[in-house]
């Protein structure tokens, strides 16, 4: 059996008795679901000191004070998603949250947030990779696009081939990246300390400039604004307790912290060697760029081999970053598809038990916005945090009212451990994080609307609306399919079908088609449908007729059959669909009681070649016809493979062998 492409690129099928080994612990959970609060280190900080580079040394001094707000902003967040993920372990992400607490207008506000936001962090994490590297190896500067459209189709094919999958993969350069970048720092902070806060270092960053722009608290707050993109990816975890191997509050506790920590170490020390070295952010789209990063490990270890070792991981980890969105965004797709906001298709799992819809939807995303947007990390900035905050936001206020109402409920028992006096504590603490995130988001919002922060203002309402027309589609649906569904089968008139059978000419495959058609009902009608290759084509209805007669209807008689009636039709535009619409609609006015079966003979192709050299008129037929051919009408395909076939070949081919997991 020769290996397809997909096989040999996403695997072979996994069954669903194996989804429970496919699932994640804090090893593998940190890579999975970590990366983008991981990578926004890298990212965030730079966004803060792209803003306050044109105030010289006096900005740079404020980077510090930035920083602590924002991680005690992250500190919130993790007091409240803690507390979220113990409150719905079955996947407590925003929407859920908020439909659950706040109502369905607000979790598909929510939801709308999300799939925004995870979108642009795919792009703004690849793009940011990629700035890494064009700053470690300038003359990739030119390809950046080509660069960041390769790493997500990578980044796709390994999501496809499952959640674990993919989080094993980015175990080695996430664990590298903590311990390559910490070590810089830690090294850094004690440089730092035995020099007295003024480290030499082993390559000088660009001077910054003395007289600059003056530091203004509209400036300071905007800086502000772009450094919170550093928070965004900590909702990821609540969003996919359901990823997690039993018991799944645990090792998302764990995960959920490990992040954290983790995180709000490297900014504090990034933003505290910027202050000690005299590190600024530079434009990233002229020649010559280096990243806050890069400016970073050059002046505390200098260009050597270890340089190269951390920034690779830096790109590594930036680039992978991405990763969280392909496991949350399908996840969370999936519950919206499954309260009809989203297709179908979108709750349906893969092959390899992942929601590939999901993983390709957001592929088509962020890619159209990377070529928007040319791959530069500085024009995505701006539309970055809303989203993110915003669910913050939504996910914050429903798990206040859920503490609300569950305080309400008890009354009693107050200092009971779980009762009311528990409840009034989250209940706080949630809250405060819905209350400091609305903040947060409204600073956002001004700061970043003349940037670009207008276009995801108005992209998550029409989102919210997009998904809100999908429900009203799906409940239609539902109107016709539902209604007077519980009435008993009506027996009284049993009469057989009328069968049409279109053939082009006498051979197997008609001959199928009709033996096929006799076992359903006596009353056929083959149709030939004449000058289909148009007004040259050779005729040869009078062959056709003898060989009717002959092999067809001589056979009956014989058999005690009634013989099928056999019509010639032409059609002056080359069409099979209008005669045998005009022969579904003369049985209807005649035969009223009767319904009609179309039996289509059809080839079937075992080669992909194979199918290139036919004009598949079958297929487009059984479309036109279950469209245009009424509320009577059934389709029936009678195949004919040239290349044999069996079901058992099919069951092999859809249900491999088990491999040991």
């Known amino acids: ?40 280190a890298a990212y965030g900080p730079e966004a803060a000191l792209t803003i306050l580079a044109g105030t010289g040394a006096a900005g740079l001094a404020t980077i510090g004070p930035i920083m602590w707000v924002i991680l005690a902003l992250l500190a919130v967040l993790w007091f409240s998603y803690w507390q979220t993920i113990a409150a719905y372990p079955n996947n407590g992400g925003s929407y ?37 590297l064009t700053s470690a190896i300038p003359a990739l500067h030119p390809y950046t696009l080509w660069l960041c459209l390769a790493v997500l189709l990578v980044v796709t094919v390994f999501n496809l081939r499952g959640t674990r999958e993919s989080g094993l993969a980015w175990a080695v350069p996430t664990y590298v990246f903590i311990l390559g970048l910490g070590s810089i720092i830690a090294w850094g902070v004690w440089q730092a300390m035995v020099s007295g806060g003024h480290p030499h270092p082993v390559v000088a960053p660009p001077a910054v400039a003395q007289s600059a722009g003056a530091v203004t608290l509209w400036l300071v707050l905007r800086a502000f604004a772009s450094g919170c993109t550093a928070m965004t990816g900590v909702e990821a975890v609540s969003n996919g307790v359901s990823a997690f191997r039993d018991p799944p509050v645990r090792h998302a506790h764990g995960t959920l912290s490990a992040i954290v920590i983790i995180l709000g170490l490297l900014l504090l020390g990034i933003a505290h060697l910027a202050q000690a070295y005299g590190i600024t952010a530079m434009d990233q789209t002229q020649e010559g760029y280096q990243s806050v990063l890069s400016q970073l490990v050059g002046a505390v270890y200098g260009r050597g081999w270890f340089y190269y070792v951390v920034i690779g991981s830096v790109l590594s980890v930036l680039c992978l970053s991405a990763n969280t969105s392909f496991v949350d965004f399908p996840r969370m797709c999936r519950l919206v598809a499954r309260d009809g906001f989203l297709p179908a298709a979108f709750a349906t799992p893969g092959r390899r038990l992942v929601y590939s819809v999901g993983i390709l939807f957001l592929t088509v995303g962020s890619g159209g916005l990377l070529i928007a947007f040319g791959g530069i990390t500085d024009r995505l900035i701006p539309l970055f945090a809303i989203g993110a905050f915003l669910s913050f936001t939504m996910s914050q206020a429903g798990m206040a009212a859920h503490w609300f109402h569950a305080l309400r409920g008890r009354g009693s028992a107050p200092h009971a451990p779980g009762g009311a006096y528990s409840s009034r504590v989250k209940l706080a603490i949630n809250g405060g994080g819905a209350i400091a995130t609305g903040l947060a988001l409204a600073i956002i919002l001004l700061a970043k609307f003349t940037e670009g922060a207008w276009l995801t203002i108005i992209i998550i309402p029409c989102t919210l609306l997009l998904l809100r027309t999908i429900r009203r589609y799906y409940d239609q649906v539902d109107a016709q399919l539902l209604q007077g569904s ?35 009902t006596p009353d056929i009608t083959a149709l030939h449908v004449t000058t289909l290759e148009g007004p040259e084509a050779d005729r040869e209805e009078t062959r056709l007729k003898e060989e009717w007669r002959e092999l067809v209807e001589e056979p009956a008689r014989q058999s005690g059959i009634s013989p099928p009636r056999f019509m010639l039709i032409a059609s002056q535009f080359r069409s099979v669909v209008a005669p045998l619409l005009k022969g579904i609609k003369y049985v209807e006015e005649h035969l009223p009681d009767r319904p009609v079966i179309v039996v289509l003979p059809e080839l079937v192709e075992g080669s992909w070649w194979g199918y290139l050299m036919h004009t598949h008129r079958e297929r487009r037929l059984r479309a036109r016809l279950l469209r245009y051919g009424g509320a009577k009408v059934g389709v029936v395909s009678v195949p004919w493979q040239l290349q044999p076939s069996e079901p058992a070949q099919g069951i092999a081919e859809e249900e491999p062998a088990q491999a040991e997991p």
Request: no cysteine; aromatic share 4%.
């Open 1 to 40: 059996m020769s290996l397809s492409l997909s096989r040999f690129l996403i695997g072979r099928p996994i069954a669903n008795r194996e989804a429970e080994s496919r699932k994640l612990g804090v090893f593998a959970g940190l890579p999975a679901m970590g990366l983008d609060g991981l990578g926004s």
């Open 96 to 132: 859920i949250v908020a439909k659950e607490n706040l109502g369905t207008i607000a979790g598909l506000l929510a939801a709308a947030a999300l799939m925004v936001d995870y979108m642009l962090n795919v792009a703004v994490g690849i793009s940011a990779g990629i700035g890494a």
């Open 486 to 520: 519980q009435r008993k089968l009506d027996l009284r008139n049993h009469a057989p079908p009328v069968a049409l059978v279109p053939i082009k000419r006498w051979d197997r495959l008609s001959r199928k088609a009709i033996e096929f058609a006799l076992r359903l």
